[in-house]
């Protein structure tokens, strides 16, 4: 069995898709959740399911490898970032290459990189006056949203949508997914 840990902000939404998708797997499971945020809704996904979960320090994050040492104590397989607002630093890319993945909001490369995340880039699509939007699942590296893409699924965008609209239509694409690459790219 693969260990899977989740890194998160906020609600938690996709953390609980993937949770949902290996709740009877064979193959993997949900082992750890990592969180920088206080009080984010992640939180109490991981108590109400029973795993673990770990409340990140900024500085030991970005100027240390306690997580690093962490993470390969509990033999982590596959790191997926479901909303996790910070850079990954480099230290824990180069203990893990090619075994973090994120998702991101919009069809990479456009509307990412540093502050390009949720509302912002639902805002930024419908001011654009995009005709599509979706989801962009990639390989993390050093920098914001650069890594190699995995999968990108698209969504059309209607004169009539708001941020809000585009947000539910991203979002079911998310839940769709998201899950189902984590899978595919945990039993490479």
């Known amino acids: 069995m693969k260990n899977i840990v989740i890194f998160a902000s906020g609600a938690g939404s996709n953390a609980q898709k993937i949770i949902d998708h290996f709740r009877n797997s064979d193959k993997g499971r949900v082992a750890l959740i990592v969180c920088n945020k206080p009080g984010a809704g992640v939180l109490d996904i991981a108590q109400r399911e029973g795993i673990p979960a770990v409340l990140i320090e900024k500085e030991k994050f970005f100027h240390t490898d306690t997580y690093v040492q962490l993470l390969k104590e509990q033999h982590t397989d596959l790191i997926v970032l479901a909303g996790f607002l910070w850079k990954v630093p480099a230290n824990l890319v180069q203990a893990f290459p090619d075994r973090i993945i994120n998702i991101h909001p919009a069809l ?26 979706g989801i962009t699942i990639h390989f993390v590296n050093e920098k914001y949203d650069d890594g190699e893409p995995i999968l990108q699924e698209r969504c059309i965008v209607t004169p009539e949508d708001t941020p809000e609209t585009v947000a539910r239509k991203v979002q079911a694409l998310e839940h769709q997914w998201f899950p189902v690459i984590v899978e595919r790219i945990l039993l490479k």
């Open 108 to 133: 990479l490369p456009k509307y990412g990189g540093k502050g390009m995340y949720g509302h912002f880039v639902h805002e930024a699509v419908v001011a654009a006056g995009e005709k599509e939007s």
